[in-house]
């Protein structure tokens, strides 16, 4: 990367495992330096990466080139106002987590000419298989883009939205995503186990069955070039069969419309809370 240096303001679960991201892939501990105002948090990622405890927000200010917000959205103005006397005269990368703060919010608190890029990760980014996506400001330059990109995939894929609104949708699909599936996983091992399977079995079965139809999708869009779900979904749903059986029923139920109205939940809610948020 072309970072000499990347700070963390924030070292939790998200700053977390993009250190441990970046160190997989060969950026030098020296390189990180994390700031957090929960002393035992940052001990323990000092501790557990080897990366440099920044004495606050002003350090972090000063000695990197590619800063990352990764503090609570309610935590940001706080975190902001402490880093920007340190950003008087410099112009590094700015890079925020948080759900729901815009670019012009962190403009207005950092200052109106840094180039700033807003990333919407997920929670599989702690095992190196998030999904993000990421919008930037003006400021931006494409080797700022590239050095987010190159950041980002450290803990799974990233890509780029149009339009900034489009990471309340990015929120809804893949940000909230991963608790849509333990849904559906909790409510197959639950109808299972009802209909007499062992609990154990059915979990385990149910948790295989979830990473299986997500690889055989992921191997097929490598061969293809992106997986065709409907073709996937064709293949193992013969006429007159179990899976259509079960296919039939969520169809007349309407299982389509029940996900579109809650992924449309989630992007209202996701919208409302950066307008409440300014
Ligand atoms: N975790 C995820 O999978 C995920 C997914 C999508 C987006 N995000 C975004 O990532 C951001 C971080 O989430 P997280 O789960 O990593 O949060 P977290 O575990 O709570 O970590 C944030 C850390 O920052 C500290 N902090 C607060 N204000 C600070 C300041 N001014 N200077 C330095 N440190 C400060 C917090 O301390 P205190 O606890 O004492 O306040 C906490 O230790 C959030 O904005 C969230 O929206 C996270």
Redesign the pocket.
Known sequence: MAARHIGF?????????LVAGLLGSGFAPSRVRV????AD??ARLVADHGVAAAD??QQIGADCDLIV?????Q??E??CA?LRPALAGRAPLIV??????TLARIARWLGPSLPIVRC????P??IGAGAAGLYANANTSAEHRCEVEELMNTVGLCAWCGRESDLDIVTALS?SGPAYFFLFMEAMRDAATKMGLDAALAETLTCQTALGAARLAQAQAEEAGGPDLAELRARVTSPGGTTEAAINRFERDGFRELVDAALAAAAGRARELATSNG
């Open positions: 303001i924030g070292g939790g679960n998200m700053a977390g495992s700031a957090d105002i929960d948090k940052l606050g927000e917000l990764a503090v609570k959205p935590s940001m706080a975190a402490a925020s987590v948080a759900a729901g703060v919407m990760p997920n929670t980014a702690l940000g």
